[in-house]
């Protein structure tokens, strides 16, 4: 697995690919502050194995992708509900994502996104639904407040900018995950701080976090025009999540028409080892709808 850049919507974008170029085009996208790395190279190969072209990249602002030269908005005022001008938007973001395939020659693709990156699917899904085969949302949110606002325990997680030096990082990092991890599942405190480490020596960008949280809470409410989508949707989530509490799934599954709601007891707002096989099984079953004959 190599990394490469892409030219996509005025900007670059850092992707990899694994797996059969010939497979059908998985794209996999991560979530608030996460890099590529975050989706994990062994679940990655498991996905490539299911017969996919596995294609996981770095948004805008995160990892080595281009980093918006903007301020960052008053993220206290969004969080009370006011409006906010934010350098971009998810739908931005989504057109990120058309314009890295693009580049790559591809005409439409699966996509699977975690947290953020399936509120960016979503939006995907509405704006250029030509480009969508399927959709698997995973532990994320329609963008209507009352469903998606997370216990208050994590506010002031969101609120805080991560600290600046190395060893510092890792601690904060170990401490968001046990805050919003699954509490049914084995917890990995060393694969957790090889990944912190991995990811503040890769590219360390606490301001970009808090402008792509700008976007997410300027965005507004997808609801409605989810109701107008034609895509084989699955939503998987945790029935523990913290974060974006499990209310907010079965939400976007009722607003999707026809999508398919896997609830996870013990599921908290990460992607535990314990859970990949029943993930994998979502996302494969969601592209089988898209390729399936459609009744006249």
């Not at 990120?96 to 996509?111: N, Q, R």
């Not at 099984?281 to 898209?290: L, S």
């Amino acid at each position: 697995m190599a990394e490469e850049r892409a030219p996509a919507n005025g900007i670059e974008l850092v992707y990899e690919t694994i797996g059969d170029p010939s497979d059908p085009p998985l794209l996999l996208v991560m979530g608030l502050g996460m890099q590529l790395i975050h989706w994990d190279d062994e679940l990655c190969e498991l996905l490539a194995g299911r017969g996919y072209r596995v294609i996981r990249f770095d948004n805008r602002d995160a990892g080595l992708s281009t980093q918006i030269d903007a301020r960052v908005p008053n993220l206290a005022r969004a969080f009370a509900g006011f409006k906010i001008d934010a350098p971009y938007l998810l739908d931005d973001m989504a057109d990120d994502t058309v314009g890295l395939l693009d580049h790559l020659g591809i005409e439409a693709a699966h996509v699977a996104g975690a947290s953020m990156g399936g509120m960016i699917g979503q939006a995907m899904a509405i704006r250029h639904p030509e480009r969508v085969l399927s959709l698997t949302s995973i532990m994320s949110t329609t963008g209507e407040r009352r469903v998606g606002r997370p216990k208050l325990r994590v506010w002031g997680v969101l609120a805080r900018r991560a600290p600046r030096d190395k060893d510092s990082y890792v601690e904060y990092f170990v401490r968001v995950f046990k805050l919003i991890g699954s509490k049914g599942f084995p917890s990995d405190e060393a694969r957790i701080r090889e990944l912190a480490a991995a990811s503040y020596e890769r590219a360390h960008r606490p301001a970009g976090t808090a402008r792509q949280l700008a976007a997410i809470t300027a965005s507004g409410d997808r609801t409605e025009r989810l109701r107008e989508l034609n895509v084989p949707t699955t939503v998987f989530h945790g029935r523990g999540d913290p974060l974006v509490p499990f209310r907010a799934g079965r939400a976007t599954a009722e607003a999707i028409p026809g999508a398919r709601l896997v609830a996870i007891p013990g599921m908290g707002h990460d992607l535990p080892r314990e859970v990949w096989p029943r993930l994998a099984d979502a996302i494969a079953e969601t592209a089988a709808r898209a390729q399936a004959p459609q009744a006249a």
